[in-house]
């Protein structure tokens, strides 16, 4: 499987709120940045990130528009939707695929400053 598809997946199964499908895309030792730079780490507690996120956002989606694979590495651009205003709007993404699983997924907030920092200048 071509890392876009994982990241793809992935993706699906953030907006269809798939606790199971996420998990079975993570590594073990998954990790997750949020757009605050805040980490959190293993498979476990990812879920269970995931599974807070749904519940305080559960009209949270994501809208991806590019997808561009480097090394293992798929960044992304697009959008969030979703009824908290702050969670609404232009993204970037990066997922890092080992195999066919998710190693870590993080957020940015679209800026140049970001685009120029992830080489998508």
Not at 2 to 16: E, G, H, K, L, M
Not at 49 to 78: K, M, S
Not at 104 to 121: F, G
């Amino acid at each position: 499987m071509d890392a876009r598809d994982v990241a793809t997946r992935f993706n699906q199964a953030i907006n269809d709120r798939d606790l199971e499908s996420l998990a079975a895309l993570m590594t073990d030792d998954f990790r997750f940045v949020d757009a605050a730079g805040t980490a959190f780490e293993g498979k476990e507690r990812g879920r269970d990130i995931w599974r807070q996120f749904f519940d305080g956002f559960p009209d949270y989606r994501n809208h991806f528009e590019t997808l561009a694979e480097v090394d293992g590495t798929v960044v992304i651009t697009g959008r969030s939707t979703c009824s908290d205003p702050r969670l609404e709007g232009r993204a970037l993404w990066t997922a890092r695929i080992e195999g066919s699983k998710v190693r870590e997924w993080c957020v940015y907030e679209d800026s140049p400053e970001q685009r120029a920092a992830l080489d998508m200048a």
